[in-house]
């Protein structure tokens, strides 16, 4: 299986194909699914959107350092026919994670 890190000081992902004990992994780790997209005012923070396909989603930010790890999932559909790229985000534990929701007033 290969895996997509995100190298420290930068956001672009890096396939990797190194040996790693993923036990100890998941132990330092927690893991979070969404789609990726861009922060909009910080190049050092990825955005994670939890469920593109609903009006009321959540979101999270986080610091591209405090990423271990990105699994590609597959795509998912709505019936309007519109996929998304999903992905897997392996989180250090101990970060400081930002969690939004957006609703209607």
């Not at 699914?33 to 994670?48: A, E, R, W």
């Not at 795509?75 to 534990?93: C, F, R, T, V, Y």
């Amino acid at each position: 299986m290969s895996y997509l890190f995100i190298e420290s000081q930068r956001t672009d992902l890096v396939k990797h194909h190194s040996p790693f004990n993923m036990d100890e992994f998941k132990n330092a780790h927690v893991v979070f699914s969404g789609v990726l997209g861009n922060h909009p005012s910080d190049p050092n923070k990825i955005v994670l959107i939890s469920d593109p396909h609903i009006n009321n989603t959540s979101y999270y930010e986080f610091e591209s350092a405090d990423i271990g790890l990105i699994e590609k999932l597959p795509n998912i559909i709505n019936s309007d026919g519109e996929d998304a790229a999903m992905a897997l985000l392996w989180i250090k534990k101990g970060s400081c994670v930002a969690k939004s929701s957006i609703f209607m007033v």
